[in-house]
């Protein structure tokens, strides 16, 4: 008995020897202890600033926000992990941490470029006008946040800017199905699409051949009094525009002129937004 007790204590010994029981089975590594937060946070910076690594430099700054999440250091980190999935190019990663910052510091003098961020990852993936323009819709919900809830802020005019071009993006793509629609002499399916960018899209550049368009598929209808309008709402407030011209010898060719209907859903989309004319009439493109 005495024996087989002896032959045991070297056995328990070496199950109470941690690394030792890993190293003889060959079992995952120890455990490191945690590193200081400043030293993986300037860690981060260095991998950033210096070596350009941005995907080395955000999981320095995560591993910050996972040994030591309680910290200053760990809410500065997930800003900075954010900024750097968005600078290397790794949009839903940058997305994910920045929501994950507004979540727990809303509050915080960072969140308004947070929300930024989402914004701005949102709007680095439009697609082309040929495609589904999801993350369109959802970089300009993201930016008007930002102008929203951080009018004053730094980042609100460059999300303004980014807005206008989100929207101009959704105009070109009503514009480009409509000319599909009317080049397949779908001329309600053309208008429909039209009307889109005449009552949401009034400020994009889409909008003159909008009326145009309108113009265009209300004449091949025989609504003369629609198209008359459109003509019209089209010179009162775009009298330079080639497209007005356009406009203008389609309903001259009809044996109408451009007149305006105030109660049709175009001058009423133009008054909506404080622009529009103060006559019925309009005169001739030159």
Same mark, same amino acid.
């Given at each position: 008995?005495?024996?087989?007790?002896?032959?045991?204590?070297?056995?328990?010994?070496?199950?109470?020897?941690?690394?030792?029981?890993?190293?003889?089975?060959?079992?995952?590594?120890?455990?490191?202890?945690?590193?200081?937060?400043?030293?993986?946070?300037?860690?981060?910076?260095?991998?950033?600033?210096?070596?350009?690594?941005?995907?080395?430099?955000?999981?320095?700054? #995560? /591993? !910050?926000? @996972?040994?030591? =999440?309680?910290? $200053?250091? +760990?809410?500065?980190?997930?800003?900075?992990?954010?900024?750097?999935?968005?600078?290397?190019?790794?949009?839903?990663?940058?997305?994910?941490?920045?929501?994950?910052?507004?979540?727990?510091?809303?509050?915080?003098?960072?969140?308004?470029?947070?929300?930024?961020?989402?914004?701005?990852?949102?709007?680095?993936?439009?697609?082309?006008?040929?495609?589904?323009?999801?993350?369109?819709?959802?970089?300009?919900?993201?930016? #008007? /946040? !930002?102008? @929203?809830?951080? =009018?004053?802020? $730094?980042? +609100?005019?460059?999300?303004?800017?980014?807005?206008?071009?989100?929207?101009?993006?959704?105009?070109?793509?009503?514009?480009?199905?409509?000319?599909?629609?009317?080049?397949?002499?779908?001329?309600?399916?053309?208008?429909?699409?039209?009307?889109?960018?005449?009552?949401?899209?009034?400020?994009?550049?889409?909008?003159?051949?909008?009326?145009?368009?309108?113009?265009?598929?209300?004449?091949?209808?025989?609504?003369?009094? #629609?198209?008359?309008?459109?003509?019209?709402?089209?010179?009162?407030?775009?009298?330079?525009?080639?497209?007005?011209?356009?406009?203008?010898?389609?309903?001259?060719?009809?044996?109408?002129?451009?007149?305006?209907?105030?109660?049709?859903?175009?001058?009423?989309?133009?008054?909506?937004?404080?622009?529009?004319?103060?006559?019925?009439?309009?005169?001739?493109?030159?």
């Amino acid at each position: 008995m005495l024996t087989r007790l002896v032959l045991l204590i070297p056995v328990l010994a070496l199950l109470g020897g941690c690394s030792m029981w890993n190293s003889f089975f060959g079992d995952k590594d120890p455990i490191l202890p945690d590193e200081p937060a400043d030293r993986l946070y300037n860690e981060g910076l260095y991998l950033m600033n210096e070596k350009n690594d941005f995907k080395a430099s955000a999981k320095k700054f #995560e /591993e !910050v926000d @996972r040994q030591h =999440p309680y910290s $200053e250091w +760990a809410r500065k980190s997930l800003i900075m992990s954010a900024y750097a999935y968005y600078s290397a190019g790794q949009y839903d990663e940058s997305i994910n941490a920045a929501k994950r910052y507004i979540t727990l510091h809303p509050g915080s003098s960072d969140a308004a470029y947070a929300q930024y961020l989402i914004g701005a990852s949102y709007f680095d993936q439009i697609p082309d006008i040929s495609r589904d323009q999801t993350r369109t819709e959802r970089a300009i919900a993201a930016l #008007e /946040e !930002v102008t @929203r809830k951080f =009018p004053n802020t $730094e980042y +609100a005019e460059s999300a303004r800017k980014k807005i206008d071009v989100g929207r101009d993006q959704l105009a070109a793509k009503e514009m480009d199905v409509g000319r599909w629609y009317l080049k397949k002499k779908d001329f309600i399916g053309a208008i429909n699409r039209f009307k889109v960018v005449v009552t949401q899209y009034q400020r994009t550049r889409h909008v003159e051949e909008a009326l145009e368009r309108l113009t265009e598929c209300y004449m091949a209808l025989g609504i003369a009094m #629609e198209a008359q309008t459109a003509a019209a709402v089209l010179g009162h407030n775009f009298p330079d525009s080639p497209w007005y011209k356009d406009a203008y010898k389609l309903v001259k060719s009809g044996g109408v002129e451009p007149r305006e209907d105030k109660g049709s859903w175009m001058s009423k989309a133009f008054r909506a937004i404080g622009i529009g004319s103060k006559n019925d009439t309009v005169g001739a493109a030159n």
